[in-house]
Nanobody
């Protein structure tokens, strides 16, 4: 059964931090590159950060130096540590494989506002 469950979002002030988690079913997590994506209101979903099975990492330019992606291959979990958050980071955050597979989880809402 394909499963992606994101958590950890919330309301935070500008400059604050959040840590997102995504638990995936082993069938899609094992040996896969994993990524975080986000979709802001009225905008298309965009790539945020990715990590390969061998821990090669990439980031969107907009989050470099502020966000850190990591994975735990025992727990089938990928994380996104988000620091120095900005209002423009407000979005629903999703995880998926790289390249994406058809199923998406429900996502987790991140709102950055004072």
């Amino acid at each position: 059964q394909v499963q992606l469950v994101e958590s950890g979002g919330g309301l935070v002030q500008p400059g604050g931090s959040l840590r997102l988690s995504c638990v995936a079913s082993e069938t899609i997590f094992s040996m896969s590159a994993m990524g975080w994506y986000r979709q802001a209101p009225g905008k298309q979903r965009e790539f945020v950060a990715g990590i390969s099975w061998g821990d090669r990492i990439s980031y969107a330019d907009s989050v470099k130096g502020r966000f850190t992606i990591s994975r735990d291959n025992v727990k089938n979990t990928v994380y996104l540590q988000m620091n120095s958050l900005r209002p423009e980071d407000t979005a629903v955050y999703y995880c998926n494989t790289i390249p994406v597979q058809e199923y998406w989880g429900q996502g987790t809402q991140v709102t950055v506002s004072s």
